[in-house]
């Protein structure tokens, strides 16, 4: 079974593994939070191996829940996956990316 898995640092927080609608469901409801505790975070997807609408549609999630809390989102070393789906669907101009 596929497994995403979230590990938080003082910067942000890393992603790994697949992120999509069987995935997404498990990462815990307080993971947003957790990642929104600093003015400024920064999510690298580095380790992000599968991807799908359900795992934009978090990261939509989380920045519309940073722009509410008044927080800095980074987004950070997305997969090509992830990047040509939000641009298909019209939504990677929402997406706060940052290249590193």
Do not use: Y
């Not at 580095?46 to 991807?51: E, L, T």
Request: with cysteine; charged share 25%; proline share 3%.
């Amino acid at each position: 079974m596929s497994q995403i898995e979230f590990a938080l640092s003082d910067e942000g927080g890393t992603l790994s593994g697949e992120f999509t609608r069987h995935t997404v469901p498990t990462l815990a409801d307080n993971t947003i939070k957790k990642l929104l505790k600093n003015d400024r975070a920064v999510l690298n997807l580095k380790a992000v191996n599968g991807v799908d609408t359900a795992g934009l549609a978090w990261l939509l999630a989380l920045v519309e829940q940073a722009e509410k809390a008044h927080k800095k989102v980074e987004l950070t070393h997305l997969p090509e996956d992830l990047l040509k789906l939000a641009k298909l669907s019209g939504v990677d101009h929402f997406l706060p990316i940052t290249e590193c």
